[in-house]
């Protein structure tokens, strides 16, 4: 585990043992269960997007892709009798699709992909409003997916706790997401591509396929957390259904070490960026915070959390010219960057 | 002749481990033409941004008006009348004319609101460009003119400052034949009106054309002034050149093999009128010289796959190729090593082991994830072949001198099989000691069979390591030297597009 990542941990611990203090509820497993539940939801749509920050884009278009992708599986299964299993893999599908076209559009195109994926944001929420006629999506009376809904939304019991599956799906992501990112040949692409792609391209790195590739990842993740939301949620109202989640995704993905500018960032600290920004969110629903502050405490908390960073990393920049020759010392800064062991 | 009224009086600039300028002199009398003449490196340009304030000398006076300046600066050199057109031009793209030439100076109205004057703006500028007769109006936006255009922007900006004296660092260079034509117009226009020019130049038909004087410096010292009546291209050459070379030369241990790679009437983007042809031989060493600006390192990032070759053909051990990009030139042992190595040839915040193994990471890896043991070893093998100077390869490579940063960026390419290594600009910003073992590898590879070409402006460098050398001057090659014809003469002529 980097330092940056034990700092993030240590910073939860904090903030939980606060909330623990002030309303000891927070330590119920029925809340603890279902703030597990919301980071298993969350933090996979956030790893999508680290995936894209790394490679030094950006993804705005998540929140929408969850309300069109939600929709449109609700709709295939309820409505047009499409058996579950075919409906998931035609969503995961179609995030892909989605995924691709943004990394064939910033890539090929040359359209900077804050633009190409603001459009998304648009469309896509648009697409998902217009099908279902501004109407809710959801389950009708004798509609029922035992097994998927079992899958999907359900708890399993272990050692006396309720853990959601969501969790479950979170784990197995993260895991992957990790080999990959942390251990493959591709994983040091995605880093070297969003670092200085110039120079990944006179390595003989086909930068452009690698940042598509990113994209459809981030497309396929996105899907998978759709699903997982829509039979969470069990009702949409494609209005409002994932709105900001992108901009919670690309939260965890800072608080998590990513820069914006590529090339940095690791899936531990994108999961515990999460899991910071869930532990907040219920802090305000348990310290009697009114909820309309809810944005407000995060965007507080995660600025703190970015100047402290800024400073130690600054500390450290200045330490070594003090020394002087400080050539010698092994691994500055963030040179911890892939050594997540 | 009038009475100088600047003065450049024994100025000296060392740079730790360089001599730039050794007590080098230079005066400029009102509506003088001066020419300064020098190779690569021979301390030109750093001898005229002492004169324009941004370079503080480390010994030496700056004298304007007959008065002593002590603590010159840019600002100062402005208020003296002193203008810089810079080679690469400092103008703002999304403004107009007259918006660049007034930048930081605009007019204003309307009390504290401070809004722009255009009105005042524009009438300011409009006799300025009638004085240059330049085909431009104040408000055409700098994005529509061609560079000649807006050289001719920057000359006006000059004048606007009431300079005395404009400095030009080449100015030509990017120029066609009649836009050079039309500059040279301009600074007869200056000259006449009484303002010296100081031009910084490779062609030496220009020189001929207007300038007074000729300044010649080398290795940081003047060795000579030619006044209008001495000016002729000969006169010039016998006193840019001259210089004892160290004899570097290690002669190969086989005489050069067959052909590796063949490039037969190549175009790339920036000349597209002229082909290249060139043929490197298996273990020799090609040495590619001319001025910056003749179409080297765009023919290295040709051959490399880094930009399209519009027309020609690449042969590689006989047999037609298509490489369109690096990776393409990679899996046929075709490697780069550039110029820009901070910018294209290393990931600065990457460890050392990893930026060795990038080009090659999949044959490090087993079902797709990285063998870091296997790559950390042979990091450490590569940095003990190489004498990287680094405690531990996982430094970050940010960290490391340049001369190190450089091995580091061959050792990429030495764990692979290499055939044909293209090495721009080898040595640039390496000390001495790094530069002898970098030459020493080079010949080591080129006996081990590899073919290399080795494009440097550094005329030590070309003449002492390479086999044979090419010269490119504007795009083509305007002849090959065998070992026999090597000399800083005979090179120096080729590249300023004279035949020897």
Same mark, same amino acid.
């Given at each position: 585990m980097q330092k940056k990542d034990l700092s993030l941990l240590i910073l939860i611990l904090v903030v939980g043992a606060v909330v623990a203090f002030i309303?000891?509820?927070?330590?119920?497993v029925g809340n603890l269960s279902n703030t597990a539940n919301q980071v298993g939801m969350f933090g996979i749509f956030s790893i999508a997007e680290a995936f894209v920050i790394i490679v030094g884009g950006i993804e705005l278009a998540v929140g929408s892709v969850i309300a069109l992708l939600g929709v449109l599986f609700i709709d295939l299964i309820?409505?047009?009798?499409?058996?579950w299993i075919l409906a998931f893999f035609l969503i995961i599908a179609g995030g892909v699709a989605i995924g691709t076209m943004h990394g064939v559009l910033t890539?090929?195109? +040359?359209?900077?992909p804050f633009v190409v994926t603001l459009c998304g944001l648009l469309i896509y929420r648009g697409a998902a409003r217009y099908y279902t006629e501004d109407a809710t999506a959801g389950f009708g009376?004798?509609?029922?997916f035992p097994m998927l809904e079992w899958l999907a939304a359900g708890r399993t019991n272990v050692l006396g706790f309720p853990l959601p599956h969501s969790v479950v799906a979170l784990v197995i992501v993260a895991g992957i997401a990790w080999l990959v990112l942390h251990r493959s040949v591709y994983g040091r692409y995605f880093y070297a591509v969003g670092k200085n792609e110039e120079a990944a391209r006179y390595s003989g790195i086909r930068s452009d396929r690698v940042t598509i590739s990113a994209y459809v990842i981030c497309g396929g993740l996105t899907a998978l957390s759709a699903v997982l939301i829509a039979m969470y949620t +069990?009702?949409?109202?494609?209005?409002?259904?994932?709105?900001?989640y992108e901009l919670y995704a690309i939260a965890a993905a800072v608080l998590g070490?990513?820069?914006?500018?590529?090339?940095e960032g690791s899936i531990i600290g994108v999961v515990l960026g999460t899991i910071l920004l869930q532990v907040l969110q219920n802090l305000v629903n348990l310290l009697g915070?009114?909820?309309?502050l809810n944005f407000a405490v995060m965007g507080t908390v995660i600025l703190i959390g970015v100047l402290a960073d800024q400073y130690f990393v600054q500390r450290r920049k200045r330490a070594p010219s003090a020394r002087g020759q400080a050539a010698a010392e092994p691994a500055p800064a963030s040179l911890e960057r892939v050594n997540a062991e | 002749m009038r009475e100088p009224f600047l003065e450049l009086i024994d100025i000296g600039k060392t740079y730790p481990g360089v001599?730039?300028?050794?007590h080098v002199s230079l005066s400029v009398a009102p509506g003088e033409v001066i020419a300064l003449l020098g190779e690569n490196g021979a301390g030109k340009s750093t001898l005229m941004r002492v004169l324009g304030g941004v370079v503080a000398p480390s010994s030496g006076t700056v004298r304007i008006d007959g008065a002593d300046r002590t603590g010159y600066t840019v600002t100062d050199a402005i208020a003296a009348g002193i203008a810089f057109v810079h080679q690469e031009l400092n103008l703002?793209?999304?403004?107009?004319v007259a918006g660049n030439v007034f930048i930081g100076r605009e007019p204003v109205f309307g009390g504290p609101l401070r809004l722009i004057d255009r009105a005042t703006l524009r009438a300011k500028v409009r006799p300025l460009i009638a004085r240059l007769a330049?085909?431009?109006?104040?408000?055409?936006?700098?994005?529509?003119?061609s560079l000649a255009q807006r050289q001719l922007v920057e000359i006006i900006k000059a004048l606007s400052l009431n300079a005395r004296c404009v400095i030009m660092d080449e100015?030509?260079?990017?120029?066609?034949l009649s836009e050079t034509e039309r500059l040279m117009q301009v600074i007869a226009g200056l000259k006449a009106d009484g303002v010296s020019v100081i031009f910084i130049t490779h062609r030496l038909n220009e020189v001929v054309q207007c300038a007074d004087r000729a300044v010649v410096l080398r290795d940081g010292r003047t060795v000579g002034t030619l006044t209008r009546g001495e000016l002729n291209p000969a006169a010039m050459i016998r006193l840019m050149i001259g210089r004892d070379l160290r004899s570097l030369y290690v002669p190969p241990a086989a005489p050069p093999g067959n052909i590796v790679l063949d490039v037969v009437d190549a175009i790339t983007s920036t000349y597209p009128s002229r082909a290249v042809s060139l043929q490197l031989r298996r273990g020799e060493i090609l040495g590619l010289a001319g001025?910056?600006?003749?179409?080297r390192t765009e023919l290295a990032r040709a051959i490399f796959g880094?930009?399209?070759?519009?027309a020609g053909g690449i042969s590689l051990d006989g047999e037609p190729v298509r490489i369109s990009t690096p990776r393409a030139a990679i899996d046929r042992g075709i490697y780069l090593i550039p110029e820009d190595r901070k910018g294209?040839?290393?990931?600065?915040?990457?460890?050392i082991a990893e930026n060795i193994s990038l080009p090659d990471l999949a044959s490090y890896a087993s079902l797709g994830l990285v063998d870091r043991s296997r790559e950390t070893d042979n990091a450490d093998r590569q940095r003990e072949r190489l004498k990287i100077?680094?405690?531990?390869?996982?430094?970050?490579?940010?960290?490391?001198s340049g001369g190190n940063q450089q091995k580091v960026v061959l050792a990429k390419w030495l764990s692979m099989r290499p055939k044909v290594l293209i090495f721009d600009e080898?040595?640039?910003?390496?000390?001495v000691g790094a530069k002898q073992e970098i030459y020493d590898m080079l010949r080591r590879l080129a006996d081990a069979g590899v073919a290399i070409l080795m494009i440097s402006s550094d005329m030590e460098e070309v003449i002492g390591v390479s086999d044979r050398i090419a010269v490119m001057h504007e795009g083509r090659i305007s002849g090959f030297l065998a070992r026999s014809e090597f000399s800083e003469h005979n090179v120096l002529q080729l590249a300023v597009g004279h035949s020897i």
């Open positions: 309303n000891p509820r927070f330590l119920l309820v409505n047009r009798d499409v058996d890539t090929k195109m +040359r359209i900077q009376y004798g509609a029922s +069990r009702s949409i109202s494609p209005a409002v259904h994932g709105s900001f070490g990513c820069s914006l500018r590529g090339g915070i009114p909820s309309s | 001599v730039a300028l050794d703002f793209d999304n403004l107009d330049a085909d431009f109006a104040p408000d055409t936006p700098l994005a529509e003119l100015p030509t260079s990017s120029l066609t001025l910056v600006g003749s179409g880094v930009e399209p070759l519009l294209c040839g290393l990931l600065l915040d990457f460890p100077r680094a405690t531990d390869v996982k430094m970050q490579v940010g960290t490391l080898p040595t640039r910003g390496i000390d």
